[in-house]
Every structure is written in C-alpha cells, then in structure tokens.
C-alpha cells in the first residue's frame, strides 16, 4: 500500500511502500537490478529487450538517488546490479564480436547459477536492511487538534552547573512543546525529528548511534524523518487552556525520543513539554550552536553507580520543577509569548522514562505543583520518602528472570507507600525501549524493542497514558481499575490496601 509519510525528504519523493520503507525511486532501483539478474534465464527472444529496459531504469535510477541523497541500505543493491550487468549485455554485445559462421557461445546454467544466486542475496540485502533500519514513519496522531511544536532555551539563575568548575556557569535547559494547534495550510513544512534542522538532528543521532557504540551510518534514515508537528503553528486558543505534562527522556536520551508520544497527547489537547538535560542527554545543541555532550557513565561498581544514579535523578528532578516555574510564568504572561493564557499549570502532571521515570517520581515528591506521576519503566533511584501524594501511572516491560530483582520492589514500595490510589501496568511483549520511538526505526528484535510490533508498540503506550491523564488531570468519569487492564496487565495500590 502507498502511504504518503508528511515530510519525510529522503530522497527524491515523500511516498514510500508501507512495511518495506523504500521510496518508489530506491524500489525502481530494486527492480532494474533483479531484472538485470533475471534476464539472464529469460527465452532469447525476451533477453534483450528486458536487459535494455532494466539497465536504462537502473541507471536513471541510481543517478537520481546520487543527486538527491542515497542511502547506504541501497548500496548492496547497486553492487549486486553492478556485478550482474556484464553477464546481461554479453549476450546484447556477442553477436557484434563473433565470427560469420561460429555458433553462439552461452554458459551452462550450472555455471551461471551460483552468479545469479550470489547477485540475487546481494539485490536482496537492501530491503531487508531498508526494513530493519527504516526512515521512521510516525503514527498519524488520533485526536482532534493538529499538533505544533517550538524549541525554547532556558536558564536558571539560583542554580549553578555542578557539571562544570566555571562558578559563573548557570544551569540551562532546551525543552521543546507540542501544543494543540490550528489546521496549516496544505504544504506546511513538518518538523525535523530529532532537532530544529537537519544538521542538529544528525548531530543528535550521531550522538546517539555512538552512546550504544554503534556507527552513525547505520541510523542515518532517523535524521532523515519529520514527523506530524508543524514547527511554530499557532496555537488552539479557541478551546480554553490545556493542561501540561512535563516530559524527561531516559539516561543519554533526548527530549525528542518520544515524539510519537508527545503528539498523541498534543493532538488530544494536552501541552507536553520535553526536555534536554545538558551533560546527561548525548547531545544537547545550545542556541548559540554550542553542542554539549554527555559525560554520565557507569562506573561498574553497583554502589558507587547507584549513588551517581541518585545524583543525576535530582538534578533532573530539579529540572523539571524549574520548567514548571517557567511554564507558569509563561503562562501569566511575564513574556510575550504564543502560549500565555492557554498553559494549565494547575493541571500538571510529570513523566519520564527510564532514569526520567525515577527523575519524575522524585520531582512529584519535591514538587506538590505536579498532580499526577507517569514512570515509563524507570527503576526509582534516590530517596523513598516523603511518600508520594499524587495519583502514580507506572508503566513496565514484561517481568522475566533477567529483570534486575531489585526493581520490582523498589517500584512497588514507591506506589505502595503513596498516599493516593496508584497502578502498575505490565504490558505483555513490551521491552524497556517500547515505552519510546525506538520500535519505529530499530530492528524489530523482541528483546530490543519488545514484540508489540511498530505500530503497536506507541499506541498502547500512548493509549494507557491518555486514559490515565484524562482521569486524574481532566476528572473524566470512568473506572481506571476497569480500563487500564486493556493495555496489559494491572495492579492498583490503594492507601488503604495491599492489593
């Protein structure tokens, strides 16, 4: 099926095949060199006219893909056409070689087997890696609002940058919004995944490929991807004023990692602000083109890494309060913005996933602003106490022998110690990086990114945090105990109960 992917400039055309994540021009590409390949075993007759039209396509299709930007996932099927082409306009070219009279000379087919063969895996090669390591295509967003987004920049006076010895350093944050938004105009430009502009999305996602030690051309589709926002679209201000979820990305990760995420929430009426957290995020881009990378990392000791854990879980805690204070102050107008007057700070929740997870947990506890906690399978890090007032969403990857024992108990004093109804939702085939856009450009390898599958995976995430978010940010009427168990399976803690 053809599906046109808003945005999605890689190469020469915006439409690709859905599930094989080639554009048609890379697919025509695929098709002259498994013709090429073909020709060979076509009745005589046939040959000629499939060789020259499966060249001629061939050719026309790899000088346009070199103009406008190939991609390393088709060069196996350049090669493999490559390496066919002579054996496939031999045949064209014997007959001006040979001798009147000498009888045309063509291999055994056991002896051209194995070329074709070794070809074909070759031609082969680039879809399967096309398909494993995708241009992302993110879900359309289901809700009624169109989705903006803008990147702001920060500072925090009162607090110095414990990450630097400059004692004039201040502590900075990058946050970007997605807020629900007017229709744009047909044409209207997508954002850029990963940053503001392509060179900050591949800086990003460089720095991302090399955190888990991985070469940058690998992943060179995710900076390629734009998404369902419209960077700076005016804002619904026809609809009132929308409550605010605060947003920190996993240990090493971005403040776009769950983009998916963010503009489902967006398109149902919710702002969600993400943020960057400079030296613990692997590339933070600063205003001023500075890049700041991370320089958190395991030490190997479980004690000592716990305690460094605990440390950076309060400076994000911090974080997030902070970006709450200027939400509010945004809001109230003490700057002109596009957004004052329509932020809902009294309705405010605050989510994370992974090392945020446990930043959220400990920013509820130090911040009674914030009215819910959604920990997207993060082991809580740093103190336990005081205990947590605010309804918690804790979503996990399926329990196995390999989970570390610890976190288990520790999530579970977390919830059981609150002071309000809290659940924990185990979705069955999920893995640590399905709570995140990873499912959409990573090898579908269950241990990865879980089994729920690339489309699956970011709607039930999305899913169960909405019906969460409505009922404790919105006073929607509804039974969570009842609703939740559709997303996977549930435990409720209440004050009053072990359960």
């Known amino acids: 099926m053809w599906q046109r992917v808003p945005g999605a400039e890689y190469g020469l055309v915006t439409e690709i095949i859905t599930g094989l994540y080639m554009s048609p021009l890379e697919i025509l590409a695929l098709l002259g060199a498994v013709a090429l390949v073909v020709a060979r075993w076509l009745p005589p007759s046939a040959r000629p006219r499939v060789t020259i039209a499966a060249g001629a396509v061939l050719v026309l299709s790899a000088i346009l893909l070199g103009v406008t930007g190939i991609r390393w996932q088709l060069l196996p099927v350049l090669a493999g056409a490559a ?13 001006l070689r040979r001798r009147p009279g000498r009888p045309a000379w063509r291999a055994r087919w056991w002896l051209a087997l194995p070329g074709s063969l070794a070809c074909a895996g070759l031609i082969a090669t680039g879809p399967a890696a096309a398909w494993a390591l995708p241009v992302p295509e993110f879900p ?6 169109a989705v903006g987004t803008r990147v702001v920049q920060w500072t925090d006076p009162r607090r110095p940058e414990t990450f630097t010895t400059d004692p004039d350093d201040r502590r900075t944050v990058v946050v970007q919004l997605w807020y ?45 991807a734009h998404t369902h926002a419209v960077f ?6 026809g609809r009132g004023r929308f409550p605010v979820v605060l947003f920190s990305p996993g240990s090493g990760g971005v403040r776009t990692q769950n983009t998916a995420w963010a503009e489902e929430l967006a398109s149902h009426g919710y702002v969600v602000a993400a943020l960057d957290h400079p030296y613990d995020s692997a590339a933070v881009v600063l205003s001023d083109g500075r890049t700041i990378t991370t320089e958190t990392s395991s030490t ?18 911090a974080d997030l309060g902070f970006v709450l204070t200027r939400l509010d102050g945004l809001d109230r ?14 309705r405010a929740a605050v989510a994370g996933h992974s090392m945020g997870g446990a930043a959220a947990l400990q920013a ?19 103190p336990a106490s005081p205990a947590l007032d605010q309804p918690t969403l804790a979503l996990t990857q399926a329990i196995t022998p390999a989970t570390d024992p610890r976190y288990l108990p520790r999530l579970t004093e977390a919830l059981k110690s609150s002071t309000t109804t809290s659940y924990r939702l185990t979705i069955p085939g999920a893995a640590h990086l399905t709570f995140m856009d990873g499912p959409l450009y990573l090898p579908p390898v269950p241990s990865i990114v879980g089994s729920l599958g690339r489309t699956e995976s970011p709607r039930v995430v999305a899913a169960a945090t909405l019906a969460f978010l409505d009922a404790t940010l919105r006073g929607k009427p509804g039974d969570l105990a009842g609703a939740l168990p559709a997303y996977g399976n549930l435990s409720v803690y209440r004050p009053d109960s072990t359960l």
């Open 364 to 382: 509820a506890r130090q911040d009674r602003r914030f009215h819910a906690v959604i920990d997207l399978d993060g082991y809580p890090h740093g």
């Open 83 to 95: 390496f066919a082409l002579p054996f496939a306009l031999s045949p064209l070219l014997r007959p």
């Open 180 to 224: 629900p938004a007017q229709k744009s105009p047909a044409g209207a430009q997508w954002a850029q995944y990963l940053g503001r502009t392509e060179h900050e999305a591949r800086t990003v996602s460089d720095a991302l490929a090399r955190q888990v030690g991985l070469p940058g051309f690998l992943v060179d589709g995710v900076p390629r």
């Open 300 to 317: 190997g000791d479980p004690d000592q890494d716990e305690k460094l854990a605990a440390d950076w879980t309060a400076i994000r805690a």
């Open 333 to 346: 107008g003490e700057t002109a913005d596009p957004l004052s007057g329509h932020l809902d700070t009294g």
């Open 140 to 145: 359309t967003p289901t809700g009624e609002f």
């Open 232 to 237: 700076d679209a005016p804002v619904d201000g």
